[in-house]
């Protein structure tokens, strides 16, 4: 059973920076496409970065284009979100997930088939 957990989430300032990991179990990490996404209060969960499983290619919401960074570290089963330049408007519920084909994932949350519990991300103004 695939399981992923997220850490790293806390309280801001605008301007700051936030480093995000998620800890993937279950099957072999490697082998799948990761992304990241975010829910804030009253709003429909958005796409914010995805990555390939060799880390190799990657995409990003054009909100956070230029500030944010994902990365993974498949020996380490963990996918990363370093978040610099944080604004007020980033404040969310941020999300890992990952699918079962291979295939880079898109924007579309319903491409994506396990999901982590979430970390809170408050960037205060």
């Known amino acids: 059973q695939v399981r992923l957990v997220e850490s790293g989430g806390g309280l801001v300032q605008a301007g700051g920076s936030l480093r995000l990991s998620c800890a993937a179990s279950?099957?072999?990490?490697?082998?799948?496409?990761m992304a990241w996404f975010r829910q804030a209060p009253g709003k429909e969960r958005e796409f914010v970065a995805a990555?390939?499983?060799?880390?190799?290619?990657?995409s990003y919401a054009d909100s956070v284009q230029g500030r944010f960074t994902i990365s993974r570290d498949n020996a380490k089963d963990t996918m990363y979100l370093q978040m610099n330049s944080l604004k007020p408007e980033d404040t969310a519920v941020y999300y890992c997930?990952?699918?079962?084909?291979?295939?880079?994932?898109?924007?579309?949350?319903?491409?994506?088939?396990?999901w982590g519990q979430g970390t809170q991300v408050t960037v205060s103004s």
């Open positions: 990555i390939s499983w060799s880390g190799g290619t990657t």
């Open positions: 997930a990952t699918r079962s084909y291979r295939t880079l994932g898109g924007r579309n949350r319903n491409e994506y088939d396990y």
């Open positions: 279950g099957r072999t990490f490697s082998s799948y496409p």
